[in-house]
């Protein structure tokens, strides 16, 4: 039909003629033009449609709200007036919805007994902005919008509004119904109510969740795969074996966040969260007193004093803030527990108060059972956990026992930052049954919660923590409705590295098979040590003297008639090669390597503005040799290692490297992945390279040291004792050589380095460290003590076995008092160091120094004798072989733990979906609230059930449907695997 043309309808206006089909709904889909009549009986229910009404005098539509055809909406009665309405009675109304701002008119029911507006409101679905006579309300569909779009995208009130009133008009948005302060609380009061509704306090759930061990009108968001005795575990859970404690285990951690801070302003000390408490953030005077009881500038021990995170190290950036950021407290599914704002910085009675608030979700007892495991992971845990258990008797006497049984972790990532006993202490790698626990998923939710950061600074403190924990409950949602899927990924994940680091175990013990009965002696707790002291553990090398390649290699000659037997490596049936053979072909490759990193740091300087000129004839000279030393390599690996043959012929297949040697693979055992080296045979192989690598490491090193020496006086020289171009030429020149050898030289080292962590060596080693410009540097021997000097100490490299902290000057006046109020989150991550340099460069950066490299402490080519060689490799062997166990046992932790997690959150969503469906009561059918309410109970238990069914679906679908053996606990399971053949090691038979 075309616009204009009769109505269909057949009816007449006004003046007796028959109506025309001048408006049309764009918000219908396929909606056709009708008279205002046949519009006005469409929309009865659709209220909020917008009207277009077609203009003659502009030719095109324009768009008007209903009441505009002489229609006012009428509460009751299925949108017909109310008998006993007052004639005249309809009310000028604003209406908001998700298509704009309804300038329109209402008329409330009058019949007895009367509601008033707001009730009337809320039965059709519209959130009154007032209690009291409101002119203004806010459709459910909205309000549910706004706050998937707040959650989801971070979008502000403010902007969102700002939307919907340009949805209405996008040219004169300033003359259309600012609902915005009206909005801000509506949208407060929504979440709250959404939250008990969802939660089912509305339905009174807290009657079966609090004798189920919940805690009481609590509105957090409970880890269905966290243990919960009588919600999510097996009733045997108390008869669990102490070697398999693990899978009854909270994982916790801690983190502190600044950016969800709080500027000082004058804002409304009435507007209190209306949480109350019951969610994530405590009542705030009843925190607000706690606090009191501490001084701001309480002293508290630091154990790291030398991380950057300490003693308020930017107070600046927390100018003008009351709430300088906030602490958390999540378990290991990225679930929240609590959080608790922040004052300047992260100081321990903060942390204790948010920790305090996770463990009271839970209950004491059962958290006190002997079989209950709980793990704490917090990036100061070395000093946080000091004085944990007499801060809580003190403040929290109640839960002191709980803390007191807590083992206490450092994320990862950040203990990378701690004192080396840090690393042996606090780490989850050498900690038993702590599986894969590496603390670090604390930092996941800031990338959410951080977008908010610019909203709820500018709130006040009741409307920031009431926006935190929507968000936050959103969040937990989120990981609950996924947590089947997660679960079984890690599983997965778990399973295959447990299987390769036994497989790795199983090689090393055979390697090393006339020394692990002695190794296995050995204790494997890691002991607090002294005062002063450092951490004494079988994880931890006793290096005090480094070999060099040349001694390494001597070695390997004395041991070769020690090497007749033969030995079963993998697929491949060799007999054990001569050591002086397998010295001979690694020294060689070692040779053809430095050659490739000469040849490539040549073409680099290449195009260049460098002074030294690198020709054609010098390249193909040395790529000719370089050719000859490959060809002689590969004639030793066709009879040493004929295994790689098929990788050395496809090389040449696939790529054309005759003429570009320096980029040709070598294969030997580094160039293989642990597996593919197991596979060929080439561990026994890997070990001696490592071994030799150590020592050329240790060669580079010193040849590092006397070429930045060479350098170091060259420059003076040029400088005192020379004047005139020609001299200057021919010092420049030289200094030019000097340095490309330098350059060349660090090269090789940390090539080598590389080479080395493929063997293990850790990304962290206090001996083997990143080797830059600035670590060559060191205060002049040649002249006369400068200014200064006591106070400019050797650096790092040259203290490679002092440790981490070698050559660092101790903390001296202020800097020895430390306080609690620490900053982790502002550590800024260290920027990459430039490894190549030009001599410009070296005088640049050198000025700047005053702190001497680390490798001018380095105790490198130490005269050792065999035994003493000997004693060292030995050593290395067997740290080697307990990290290469305790890898294998947390992998398979791991793999015990996530089953057990799926495990409770499949019986979690089937108790839930019980729980929803005995809040259902029976009801008189009249009773419309309480049919509503039944009717929502029954789909919040379907919805647990189906995400019941999906779980356990998945679980039978990925192979590990025998867990749900009712009759058979969990741990019986986990042990019988345990004794599968693959899975027990000589050792320990």
């Known amino acids: 039909m075309s616009v204009g043309e009769d109505c269909p309808c057949g009816r ?56 505009c055809l002489g229609y006012v909406i009428n509460l009751g009665h299925g949108g017909r007036p109310c008998p006993d309405t007052i004639p005249n009675s309809d ?64 979008i502000s009130a403010y902007d969102f509004i700002g939307s919907i009133r340009r949805t209405t008009d ?49 509105l957090v968001v409970a880890c269905p795969a966290c243990p919960q005795p009588m919600m999510n575990m097996e009733p045997t859970w108390r008869d669990t074996p102490c070697h398999l404690r693990h899978i009854n285990q909270h994982q916790w951690t801690t983190d502190g966040n600044f950016h969800l801070n709080k500027y000082t302003k004058n804002t409304d000390p009435d507007d209190v969260s209306i949480y109350d408490g019951r969610a994530y953030f405590p009542p705030d005077n009843q925190y607000q007193t706690y606090l009191k009881k501490f001084p701001k500038d309480s002293k508290e021990k630091v154990v790291c004093d030398h991380l950057k995170a300490l003693e308020k190290q930017q107070r600046k950036k927390f100018k003008n803030m009351d709430v300088t950021g906030v602490v958390q407290v999540q378990c290991s599914h990225v679930l929240v527990k609590s959080t608790v704002d922040l004052q300047l910085g992260e100081r321990f009675a903060n942390t204790d108060y948010a920790l305090a608030m996770a463990i009271r979700q839970h209950n004491i007892t059962e958290l006190l059972d002997e079989s209950m495991d709980l793990k704490e992971s917090y990036d100061i845990n070395c000093g946080f956990s000091v004085n944990a258990s007499s801060r809580f008797d003190a403040n929290f006497p109640e839960l002191a026992a709980v803390v007191k049984k807590m083992s206490w972790l450092i994320p990862l990532v950040h203990i990378q930052n701690h004192k080396n006993n840090c690393m042996y202490l606090f780490s989850s790698s050498y900690s038993k049954g702590a599986g894969h626990f590496h603390g670090e998923t604390a930092e996941m939710v800031w990338a959410e919660s951080n977008q908010l950061g610019a909203q709820t600074r500018q709130m006040n403190g009741g409307h920031r923590h009431d926006t935190i924990i929507n968000a936050t409950s959103d969040w937990n949602w989120k990981k609950i409705a996924n947590m089947a899927n997660a679960l079984m990924s890690d599983i997965h994940r778990a399973k295959a590295l447990f299987t390769t680091k036994r497989e790795i175990l199983k090689s090393l013990t055979d390697l090393y098979s006339d020394r692990v009965p002695l190794w296995n002696k050995a204790d494997r707790t890691v002991c607090p040590p002294k005062s002063g002291k450092e951490v004494q553990c079988v994880y931890r090398q006793k290096s005090e003297k480094l070999p060099s ?39 060689l490759g070692f040779s053809i390597l430095s050659m490739q990193r000469r040849i490539q740091l040549k073409l680099e300087q290449r195009g260049k503005n460098t002074k030294r000129q690198v020709t054609d004839a010098e390249l193909a000279k040395e790529r000719a040799q370089l050719s000859c030393k490959i060809q002689k390599l590969r004639v030793i690996q066709k009879d040493t290692t004929p295994q790689v043959e098929p ?63 060479v350098l170091s006086n060259s420059r003076l020289a040029k400088k005192a004792d020379g004047s005139g171009q020609a001299y200057q030429t021919r010092a420049t020149a030289t200094e030019t050589e000097i340095v490309f050898k330098l350059d060349l030289a660090i090269k090789d080292y940390n090539d080598l380095r590389r080479l080395l962590m493929k063997f293990g060596l850790p990304d962290n080693d206090s001996v083997y460290r990143p080797l830059a410009l600035v670590d060559t540097f060191r205060k002049p021997t040649a002249t006369n003590r400068n200014l200064g000097d006591t106070y400019r100490n050797d650096g790092p490299l040259w203290a490679a076995n002092a440790g981490i902290t070698a050559g660092a000057r101790p903390p001296t006046g202020s800097q020895v008092s430390m306080t609690s109020q620490v900053a982790t989150q502002t550590t800024k991550p260290m920027k990459r160091k430039d490894l190549s340099f030009t001599v410009d460069k070296y005088v640049t950066l050198i000025a700047y120094q005053n702190i001497d490299g680390w490798i001018w402490s380095f105790m490198g080519r130490a005269h050792m004798s065999s035994q003493d060689l000997q004693d060292y490799l030995d050593e290395g062997d067997r740290v080697q072989w307990f990290r290469a166990e305790a890898e294998k046992e947390r992998w398979q932790e791991e793999w015990e733990m996530r089953q057990a997690d799926y495990l409770r959150c499949v019986r979690y969503f089937k108790k839930m979906g019980q729980v929803w469906m005995s809040l259902v009561t029976d009801v008189l059918r009249d009773d419309s609230v309480q049919l509503g309410m039944n009717a929502y109970a029954r789909k919040q238990a379907r919805m647990y059930t189906d995400m019941n069914e999906y779980a356990v679906k998945l679980l039978i679908g990925e192979g590990y449907g025998h867990l749900l053996d009712g ?13 599968l053949p693959e899975n027990v090691l000589s050792y320990k038979s």
């Open 91 to 154: 009310i000028f109304f604003h209406i908001v919805d998700t298509n704009g701002v309804h300038n329109t008119k209402i008329r409330f029911c009058g019949c007895l007994p009367k509601l008033d507006r707001a009730s009337q409101l809320l039965k059709h679905q519209l959130f009154p902005a007032t209690m009291s006579r409101p002119t203004m309300a806010f459709t459910f569909r909205l309000m549910d919008f706004y706050n998937v779009v707040h959650v989801e995208g971070k």
């Open 170 to 218: 996008n040219v004169f948005t300033h003359n259309v119904t600012d609902p915005y302060p009206q909005f801000r609380l509506v949208s407060r009061v929504w979440t709250l109510l959404a939250n008990l509704k969802q939660q089912g306090h509305y339905h009174n759930i807290n009657e079966v969740l609090t004798p189920l061990g919940s805690q009481r009108d609590s």
């Open 647 to 709: 990788y050395v012929f496809d090389q040449h297949v696939r790529t054309k490297l005759q003429d570009l040697p320096e980029h040709e693979v070598l294969y030997l055992p580094s160039d293989f992945l642990e597996n593919d080296r197991i596979s060929l045979g080439l561990v026994e192989m890997g070990e001696d390279q490592r071994k030799l690598a150590e020592g050329a490491a240790n060669d580079a090193i010193l040849r590092v040291q006397k070429l930045a020496k």
């Open 12 to 67: 007449l206006d006004t003046g007796g003629t028959r109506t025309k089909a001048t408006i049309k709904c764009m918000d219908c889909s396929l909606s056709a033009p009708a008279c205002s009549l046949c519009f006005i009986d469409e929309h009865v229910a659709r209220y909020t449609h917008w009207a277009n009404i077609w203009n003659d005098e502009i030719g095109c539509y324009t768009r008007q709200d209903i009441s």
């Open 967 to 979: 009759e058979k606990p969990l741990y019986r399971h986990l042990d019988e695997v345990r004794a």
């Open 549 to 587: 390649q040349s001694r390494v290699y001597e070695l390997m000659l004395e041991d070769d008639d020690r090497q007749e037997q033969a030995e079963e490596y993998g697929n491949w049936t060799l007999s054990r090669q001569s050591k002086a053979v397998v010295a001979g072909l690694l020294t």
